[in-house]
T-cell receptor, first 109, second 112 residues
Framework: TQLLEQSPQFLSIQEGENLTVYCNSS?????LQWYRQEPGEGPVLLVT?????EVKKLKRLTFQFGDARKDSSLHITAAQPGDTGLYLC?????????FGTGTRLTVIP | ETGVTQSPTHLIKTRGQQVTLRCSSQ?????VSWYQQALGQGPQFIFQ???????GRGNFPPRFSGLQFPNYSSELNVNALELDDSALYLC???????????FGEGSRLTVL
């Protein structure tokens, strides 16, 4: 059972465009993480958000945690081909992470 | 470079066979977890080991089992392979102070 739903599933945009990826759940999480996974590799942690309403910026990436700690968004400004990959959100369980369904982003040069 | 290495990177098995996947994590990382990632899906938690004892398990049958060794290596064993077991199997170790998960590159298993 997927506790975290991500949208859109697939996104193909031109270099320089902006985009937002959403991660929604009916469950409350103590923290939420965003990962990026490239083909042939494991997921790599981008950010962890902990406080409801928290906003974190990582260069061109902006992450927001919902006030109720059930949802999150990732906004990328001026996307570049190097941003291409699978973006995964993950909620922190007691001993494990609950991963979302993933958003596959392709940035076309 | 996460310091987590997995082997083999790719393997093909037939239905009913058994497989052992291996993982070597960073020195000092005494928590290791295994995830299954089917094509087009997010990773699903299989189980976690802490100091050589299983301390968490996802919704996977008993034919999925594991071991963790004192030298920070671990194994995932799957018996009686089924076609649906075809997936990327990811090992992750947890950082000692930050709690961050460091993933290996995975072992891609194909069951024919």
């Amino acid at each position: 059972t997927q506790l975290l739903e991500q949208s859109p599933q697939f996104l193909s945009i031109q270099e320089g465009e902006n985009l937002t990826v959403y991660c929604n759940s009916s469950s409350v999480f103590s923290s939420l993480q965003w990962y990026r996974q490239e083909p042939g590799e494991g997921p790599v942690l981008l950010v962890t958000v902990v406080t409801g309403g928290e906003v974190k910026k990582l260069k061109r990436l902006t992450f927001q945690f919902g006030d109720a700690r059930k949802d999150s968004s990732l906004h990328i400004t001026a996307a570049q081909p190097g941003d291409t990959g699978l973006y995964l959100c993950a909620g922190d369980g007691a001993n494990n992470l609950f991963f979302g369904t993933g958003t596959r982003l392709t940035v076309i040069p | 470079e996460t310091g987590v290495t997995q082997s083999p990177t790719h393997l093909i098995k037939t239905r009913g066979q058994q497989v052992t996947l291996r993982c070597s994590s960073q020195s000092g990382h005494n928590t290791v977890s295994w995830y299954q990632q089917a094509l087009g899906q997010g990773p699903q938690f299989i189980f976690q080991y802490y100091r050589e004892e299983e301390n968490g398990r996802g919704n996977f049958p008993p034919r999925f089992s594991g071991l963790q060794f004192p030298n920070y290596s671990s194994e995932l064993n799957v018996n009686a392979l089924e076609l649906d077991d075809s997936a990327l199997y990811l090992c992750a170790s947890r950082g000692l102070y930050t709690g961050e998960l460091f993933f290996g590159e995975g072992s891609r298993l194909t069951v024919l």
